[in-house]
């Protein structure tokens, strides 16, 4: 990102739709069904399906042998760990970090998922928000939905990320073709458009670093 732009992640603030305790809560609800009561059992389970690392549970969860709730709730999960940090807010100084950060969030994914993050005026991240998941040619990604949730955050500046699957980074007519929407969109309602990134097997591309809108 060009300028001296701070993106700094306000945990408290963070728009979440489950507590931390309540999506916990129902991982272990989930467990329970499969007969994982202790922790014993947990580490049975994972070596019987030879899961050693997130990446290879992420796998699981998004593959055909797991059961579709236990996998959004692993996939919940994992989003939490990321942002969790005892220790201090993550803060972002460069293109670089935000790619990076944005790369890893959406590592492992096997769809196309388009998320927003929001910014308040003093560029701190006050919301991230998955608003579709599917090949974006064919979903209903629409600049009016994307504002209408900076209008309910309130916020002043917004950038965008979804992810290749494929993990080649070039933009597609349809990639171009919505850049092009969102920045039209945030000229005329006065909410800044920071950038559109690209991710896709721990890679990044940023749209506004390469002057590609």
Same mark, same amino acid.
């Given at each position: 990102?060009?300028?001296?732009?701070?993106?700094?992640?306000?945990?408290?603030?963070?728009?979440?739709?489950?507590?931390?305790?309540?999506?916990?809560?129902?991982?272990?609800?989930?467990?329970?069904?499969?007969?994982?009561?202790?922790?014993?059992?947990?580490?049975?389970?994972?070596?019987?399906?030879?899961?050693?690392?997130?990446?290879?549970?992420?796998?699981?969860?998004?593959?055909?042998?797991?059961?579709?709730?236990?996998?959004?709730?692993?996939?919940?999960?994992?989003?939490?760990?990321?942002?969790?940090?005892?220790?201090?807010?993550?803060?972002?100084?460069?293109?670089?970090?935000?790619?990076?950060?944005?790369?890893?969030?959406? &590592?492992?994914?096997?769809?196309?998922?388009?998320?927003?993050?929001?910014?308040?005026?003093?560029?701190?991240?006050? &919301?991230?928000?998955?608003?579709?998941?599917?090949?974006?040619?064919?979903?209903?990604?629409?600049?009016?939905?994307?504002?209408?949730?900076?209008?309910?955050?309130?916020?002043?500046?917004?950038?965008?990320?979804?992810?290749?699957?494929?993990?080649?980074?070039?933009?597609?007519?349809?990639?171009?073709?919505?850049?092009?929407?969102?920045?039209? &969109?945030?000229?005329?309602?006065?909410?800044?458009?920071?950038?559109?990134?690209?991710?896709?097997?721990?890679?990044?591309?940023?749209?506004?670093?390469?002057?590609?809108?």
């Amino acid at each position: 990102m060009k300028g001296a732009i701070f993106l700094k992640i306000a945990k408290d603030n963070h728009y979440l739709v489950n507590t931390d305790q309540e999506v916990l809560l129902h991982l272990f609800k989930k467990l329970e069904e499969y007969g994982v009561i202790t922790l014993s059992n947990l580490i049975q389970k994972m070596q019987k399906l030879d899961i050693t690392s997130f990446n290879e549970l992420l796998t699981y969860a998004s593959g055909p042998d797991c059961d579709s709730e236990l996998a959004i709730v692993i996939e919940e999960v994992i989003e939490r760990l990321r942002l969790a940090n005892v220790n201090r807010d993550a803060i972002f100084t460069s293109s670089k970090e935000v790619g990076t950060y944005l790369a890893d969030k959406l &590592a492992g994914r096997k769809q196309e998922e388009f998320w927003a993050l929001y910014l308040d005026n003093s560029n701190r991240i006050i &919301a991230e928000k998955k608003l579709f998941q599917g090949t974006l040619d064919r979903s209903v990604a629409h600049p009016r939905e994307i504002f209408r949730w900076a209008v309910i955050y309130g916020c002043s500046g917004i950038f965008v990320v979804h992810n290749h699957p494929s993990g080649k980074l070039l933009p597609s007519n349809s990639d171009f073709k919505l850049t092009r929407e969102l920045k039209q &969109a945030s000229d005329l309602m006065k909410i800044d458009f920071l950038d559109h990134f690209i991710v896709g097997k721990g890679h990044y591309l940023s749209m506004k670093e390469n002057e590609l809108f």
